[in-house]
């Protein structure tokens, strides 16, 4: 049972899995593996690309679920803890209606690992450099099968 | 450095800056007659910046003189309002 986090969303998007059994296109893959490259700049750039350009609403919020999760670790390496709580926790509640799995996506693992990311922060108030090291989850994939 | 929302946007709210934010730190409160944006929440990319129809977003170090003050204003106000979006 993943521990409710105080996050209010965008109400612009449906969030429904109608859209989970899709493959991730090429760009989609591109911006996951910049996510566990660490390189947390640029899977924004690369998702928020994807999530303007998306014209089925279902979907969106799974873009931007996995783009802030990524901007809230932006923000926990730059020391920004207020940023982490707000976005980190956003997208995270973004993601939660595309538990468990969607576009191949392990979703409720990032859920899982990223919001133990989030409960140390609101805790501690920061974490250290050897925290986020250790930390910081990837997001795990394979191809839809079903 | 954040971006900020200076004083055209007031009694405008025209929210297009709204849908375009990935990270959604653009906000307001019913009875608020601007936007804010959470300068702890932004990170910076400048989507919203052509979606203004009355050019009132600036990155903090390029804010015109006479609207510096917004961007303690845009700070200020996430210290004390419930913000709704």
Same mark, same amino acid.
């Given at each position: 049972?993943?521990?409710?986090?105080?996050?209010?969303?965008?109400?612009?998007?449906?969030? =429904?899995?109608?859209?989970?059994?899709? =493959?991730?296109?090429?760009?989609?893959?591109?911006?996951?593996?910049?996510?566990?490259?660490?390189?947390?700049?640029?899977?924004?750039?690369?998702?928020?690309?994807?999530?303007?350009?998306?014209?089925?609403?279902?979907?969106?919020?799974?873009?931007?679920?996995?783009?802030?999760?990524?901007?809230?670790?932006?923000?926990?390496?730059?020391?920004?803890?207020?940023?982490?709580?707000?976005?980190?926790?956003?997208?995270?509640?973004?993601?939660?209606?595309?538990?468990?799995?969607?576009?191949?996506?392990?979703?409720?693992?990032?859920?899982?690992?990223?919001?133990?990311?989030?409960?140390?922060?609101?805790?501690?108030?920061?974490?250290?450099?050897?925290?986020?090291?250790?930390?910081?989850?990837?997001?795990?994939?394979?191809?839809?099968?079903? | 450095?954040?971006?900020?929302?200076?004083? $055209?946007?007031?009694? &405008?709210?025209?929210?297009?800056?709204?849908?375009?934010?990935? &990270?959604?730190?653009?906000?307001?409160?019913?009875?608020?007659?601007?936007?804010?944006?959470? $300068?702890?929440?932004?990170?910076?990319?400048?989507?919203?910046?052509?979606?203004? $129809? &009355?050019?009132?977003?600036?990155?903090?170090?390029?804010?015109?003189?006479?609207?510096?003050?917004?961007?303690?204003?845009?700070?200020?106000?996430?210290?004390?309002?419930?913000?709704?979006?």
């Amino acid at each position: 049972m993943t521990r409710e986090i105080p996050a209010r969303l965008s109400p612009r998007d449906p969030p =429904t899995r109608a859209c989970c059994n899709r =493959t991730p296109s090429r760009e989609m893959l591109r911006a996951l593996e910049q996510f566990n490259r660490g390189e947390y700049w640029a899977q924004h750039e690369t998702l928020e690309e994807i999530w303007r350009a998306e014209p089925d609403p279902t979907i969106r919020n799974f873009y931007k679920g996995i783009l802030q999760i990524g901007v809230g670790f932006y923000h926990l390496r730059k020391g920004n803890y207020n940023g982490v709580i707000k976005v980190l926790g956003r997208g995270i509640n973004y993601l939660m209606p595309y538990a468990p799995r969607c576009y191949g996506v392990e979703v409720q693992r990032l859920i899982d690992e990223a919001s133990a990311v989030y409960w140390r922060v609101r805790a501690k108030g920061k974490l250290t450099p050897q925290d986020c090291a250790s930390a910081l989850p990837h997001v795990h994939w394979r191809a839809q099968t079903d | 450095m954040a971006y900020v929302i200076a004083e $055209p946007c007031i009694d &405008v709210k025209d929210l297009s800056c709204v849908a375009v934010c990935p &990270v959604d730190c653009i906000h307001c409160g019913p009875d608020d007659r601007m936007l804010y944006i959470n $300068p702890d929440e932004c990170i910076d990319c400048g989507a919203c910046v052509p979606e203004c $129809p &009355v050019s009132a977003i600036y990155p903090a170090d390029e804010m015109p003189e006479q609207w510096r003050e917004y961007i303690e204003i845009n700070a200020a106000y996430f210290r004390t309002a419930n913000v709704t979006t």
